[in-house]
């Protein structure tokens, strides 16, 4: 039962995240995108070549790029085969870049969901100067009810979008979509249940994006409640502190640099992947 007859904003608060999007033209992530055309809306994994930062400014956009695109080919590195025949969700696209990417790598289809207009169109627009707009399309819907058939996706993932959602209710919906055995992997920022609730640094990255940055336990609690078993699980926050250094150093540096860096370094938040198959 899908509900495409619904709106699909169906609260003030995804509302809200919607109106930031379709607003969003930060040079951070459109000077990265125009690097190579895969606009991304995600963080970086890796060591940067400290050179660039006795260069031009264009060597640190780059390298920043780098490192973001670096951090898509781990995400789907975890999806294991994937077949030209097989279909996969990008569950929050944003502008599209790792759907790209997947298609390029799989040769299959990929349908990328935003409930953010202006992302959709870019991603749309972009995926048609590729010419893979047969293979690639993005559409605006809701990642809690998208609408999509059920059991119709061999992989589906989650690039750092999870925290605007209530995990229980995103799990369910991508149990929904998955074939038996299809494989589940998101990379996300979590709060560390150890340290207890959200520090004040977590805090501001919350403020900072309008998110709900859930601790890491709820992760297993909601994909155990819904028939998702973890296959790998892998702490990436040293992998990404370097990214967060050379960002800080940046021409495009926002802001959140600072607590990003302080919420890694204290403890109490960490850059987490997760592959589970859905049983
Ligand atoms: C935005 O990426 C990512 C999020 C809003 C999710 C928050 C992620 C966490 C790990 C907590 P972006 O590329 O649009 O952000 P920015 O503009 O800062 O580069
Ligand atoms: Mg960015």
Redesign the pocket.
């Known amino acids: 039962m899908t509900s495409l007859d619904q709106p699909v904003l169906r609260t003030a608060y995804q509302k809200s995240i919607a109106d930031y999007w379709d607003k969003?033209k930060?040079p951070?992530?459109l000077r990265l995108g125009d690097v190579d055309g895969l606009y991304?809306?995600?963080?970086g994994l890796g060591a940067y070549d400290p050179a660039v930062l006795d260069g031009p400014d264009e060597g640190v956009i780059a390298e920043m790029h780098r490192l973001e695109s670096a951090q898509a080919e781990v995400l789907l590195d975890h999806l294991g085969p994937i077949a030209p025949g097989d279909r996969l969700l990008d569950a929050g696209c944003?502008r599209g870049g790792s759907s790209i990417m997947a298609n390029h790598r799989f040769g299959c289809q990929v349908d990328g969901v935003s409930i953010s207009r202006q992302q959709v169109d870019f991603a749309n627009g972009e995926a048609g100067k590729r010419g893979v707009d047969g293979q690639v399309k993005y559409h605006v819907r809701n990642m809690l009810d998208t609408g999509f058939e059920t059991g119709a996706f061999a992989g589906i993932w989650n690039n750092?979008?999870t925290?605007y959602v209530d995990l229980f209710e995103l799990f369910a919906e991508h149990a929904r979509q998955l074939r038996p055995g299809g494989r589940y992997v998101t990379i996300?920022?979590c709060y560390n249940d150890v340290t207890g609730g959200r520090s004040r640094a977590v805090s501001q990255?919350d403020q900072h994006?309008i998110?709900n940055?859930h601790a890491r336990g709820e992760y297993f609690k909601a994909l155990a409640a819904n028939g998702f078993v973890p296959i790998s699980v892998v702490d990436l926050t040293a992998d990404t502190i370097p990214y967060w250094e050379l960002r800080a150093q940046s021409s495009v540096a926002?802001g959140?640099e600072d607590p990003f860096l302080t919420a890694y370094r204290e403890g109490s938040f960490h850059?987490l992947l997760i592959a589970a198959d859905r049983i």
């Open positions: 969003e930060d951070v992530n991304h809306h995600h963080y944003g750092e979008s925290m996300t920022g990255i994006y998110c940055i926002t959140i850059y």
